[in-house]
């Protein structure tokens, strides 16, 4: 299958900082990524769907200002928590879709830890 | 919306048969899928179903039926390092993104 990695795999950061994580797809065109975010206990929560070269699609009730999302190129995709806060800490993981491909191939994630 | 309904937790012992049940409402249908979480870790693909019947894959097998709304993930021989959450999800159609029901927390005894 195809591989995807995100780093870092684990940040900590004080409370008003930005974090960015970054989302690459190693051997594939990723045309499609998504960012998930996932609490303690619970199921993956889609925040954003981006396609390269267009502007992130971004779900109900997650702040695009806040989550800045890049995917500059078929293989990379960034998201940016802007002055992270302790409500963000989280466990974000990127996921990668091309169009030869069914399934949505997931990166390792990102443990976010707000002070 | 979209919603996909699967147990929360369940208990089973190695070397035992295991069914993982979830049934879905969705405005559209274009696959479904099952995924491993291992605490902390992303989600592994394990299976999909488009069609209905089964899938078989080694230890794991899915089944589908559409006109039910409702799959469920087969595990034979349980071993301990099958305990895990596992993910139903269903891609509405062609272009979106998968969601996820709440997983299922998977505890494997000896």
């Known amino acids: 299958g195809a591989v995807v990695s995100q780093h870092p795999s684990r940040v900590i950061c004080k409370s008003g900082t930005s974090v960015k994580i970054e989302c690459r797809s190693l051997?594939?065109?990723?045309?499609?990524m998504f960012w998930y975010r996932q609490f303690p206990k619970q199921s993956l929560m889609l925040m954003a769907t981006?396609?390269?070269?267009?502007?992130?699609?971004?779900e109900q009730g997650v702040e695009k200002d806040k989550f800045l999302i890049n995917h500059a190129s078929l293989t990379l995709s960034t998201l940016t928590v802007t002055s992270a806060h302790p409500e963000d800490s989280s466990f974000y993981i990127c996921?990668?879709?091309?169009?030869?491909?069914?399934?949505?191939?997931f990166g390792p994630g990102t443990r976010l830890t707000v002070l | 919306g979209q919603n996909i309904d699967q147990p929360t937790e369940m208990t089973a012992t190695e070397g035992a048969i295991v069914q993982i049940n979830c049934t879905y409402q969705?405005?559209?249908?274009?696959?479904l899928f099952w995924y491993q979480q291992h605490a902390g870790e992303a989600p592994t693909f394990l299976s999909y179903?488009?069609?209905?019947g089964l899938e078989e894959k080694g230890r794991f097998s899915s089944f589908l039926s559409r006109s039910k709304g409702y799959s469920y993930l087969l595990l034979k021989e349980l071993q301990m390092k099958d305990s895990a959450s596992y993910l139903c999800?269903?891609?509405?159609?062609?272009?979106?993104?998968?969601?996820f029901g709440k997983g299922t927390r998977l505890s494997v005894i000896a």
């Open positions: 996921s990668a879709r091309s169009g030869s491909y069914n399934e949505q191939f």
């Open positions: 051997d594939f065109q990723a045309t499609t």
């Open positions: 981006s396609n390269e070269g267009s502007k992130a699609t971004y």
């Open positions: 969705t405005s559209g249908f274009n696959g």
């Open positions: 179903n488009v069609l209905d």
């Open positions: 999800a269903v891609r509405v159609s062609g272009n979106t993104p998968l969601v």
